[in-house]
């Protein structure tokens, strides 16, 4: 995958986006992204961070790993945060956030042939990584979430549709506490996706909740 996939291939890569990293998971992280790709995700993003987290060498070996298994099944493998190995992967893209490096200097890092997905909480933000580049918006925290100690305000789904309503286009993900019940009102305030950690990393099973998700975000 890449960027100069067209804008409608985009959004369908986007619809059901997984992320986790291995302390989001209590079995091999491999194991369980298999299992998530089996049930209908439709993109990874590999986010390790925290504590006990892996680094270095087992970072990358990891990293490795879960990009072998989404090679295997076609989908995409997103890095977040570390610019410098997703550039030495050559991944299919970067996720990084406010506090991470700047949009448009992260552009100029990875060229135009990696997709670039940038956070965003408000519109001013939405329309500097637009026109920083970005391929993609992650919205948040549209939920309360017990996994990021360090989100942003809730916003709820009115912020997507605020979003929209003052012109931003680009493709939008939704992310922070998005379960299977919640999926149908974010879709309808005009998200193209939304990017789950808990609902599947925590699953009693990671391929029947993904499957959930897939259902609804079909069409
Ligand atoms: C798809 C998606 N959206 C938002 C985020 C959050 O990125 P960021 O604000 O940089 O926070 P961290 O994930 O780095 O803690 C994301 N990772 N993915
Ligand atoms: C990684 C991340 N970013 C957020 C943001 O608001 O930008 S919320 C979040 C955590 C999402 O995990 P869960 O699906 O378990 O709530
Ligand atoms: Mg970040």
Same mark, same amino acid.
């Given at each position: 995958?890449s960027?100069?996939i067209?804008?409608?291939?985009?959004k369908q890569?986007?619809?059901?986006y997984?992320?986790?990293?291995?302390?989001?998971?209590?079995?091999?992280?491999?194991?369980?992204?298999?299992?998530a790709?089996?049930?209908?995700?439709?993109?990874?993003?590999?986010?390790?961070?925290?504590?006990?987290c892996l680094?270095?060498?087992?970072k990358?070996?990891?990293a490795?790993?879960?990009?072998?298994?989404?090679?295997?099944?076609?989908i995409?493998?997103?890095?977040?945060?570390?610019v410098?190995? !997703?550039? +030495?992967?050559? *991944? #299919?893209?970067?996720?990084i $956030?406010q506090?991470?490096?700047g949009a @448009?200097?992260t552009?100029?890092?990875?060229?135009?042939?990696?997709i670039?997905?940038?956070?965003?909480?408000?519109?001013?933000e939405?329309?500097? !990584?637009? +026109?920083?580049? *970005? #391929?993609?918006?992650?919205? $948040?925290?549209?939920?309360?979430t017990? @996994?990021?100690?360090?989100?942003?305000?809730?916003?709820?789904?009115?912020?997507?549709?605020?979003?929209?309503?003052?012109?931003?286009?680009?493709p939008?993900? +939704?992310i922070?506490?998005?379960t299977v019940?919640?999926?149908?009102?974010?879709k309808r305030a005009?998200?193209?996706?939304?990017?789950?950690?808990?609902?599947i990393a925590?699953a009693?099973?990671?391929?029947?909740?993904?499957?959930?998700?897939?259902?609804?975000?079909?069409?």
């Amino acid at each position: 995958m890449s960027k100069h996939i067209d804008n409608d291939t985009l959004k369908q890569a986007l619809s059901v986006y997984f992320i986790s990293g291995t302390t989001n998971v209590n079995r091999p992280l491999p194991n369980v992204l298999t299992e998530a790709i089996s049930g209908g995700i439709t993109l990874f993003q590999f986010r390790e961070k925290g504590s006990g987290c892996l680094t270095n060498k087992a970072k990358r070996d990891m990293a490795e790993k879960l990009f072998q298994v989404c090679k295997d099944h076609q989908i995409g493998f997103i890095i977040n945060d570390d610019v410098e190995l !997703a550039i +030495a992967m050559n *991944a #299919d893209g970067i996720h990084i $956030g406010q506090k991470d490096a700047g949009a @448009s200097i992260t552009r100029k890092m990875i060229g135009e042939n990696m997709i670039l997905g940038v956070s965003v909480h408000t519109i001013e933000e939405a329309k500097q !990584a637009v +026109a920083d580049g *970005a #391929d993609y918006l992650g919205v $948040g925290p549209i939920f309360q979430t017990n @996994s990021k100690q360090d989100a942003e305000e809730v916003c709820g789904p009115e912020r997507i549709m605020d979003m929209r309503k003052s012109g931003i286009n680009l493709p939008i993900v +939704a992310i922070g506490g998005i379960t299977v019940e919640k999926t149908p009102e974010i879709k309808r305030a005009g998200a193209d996706g939304v990017s789950i950690i808990s609902a599947i990393a925590s699953a009693p099973s990671p391929s029947y909740a993904a499957n959930q998700f897939k259902e609804i975000m079909k069409d």
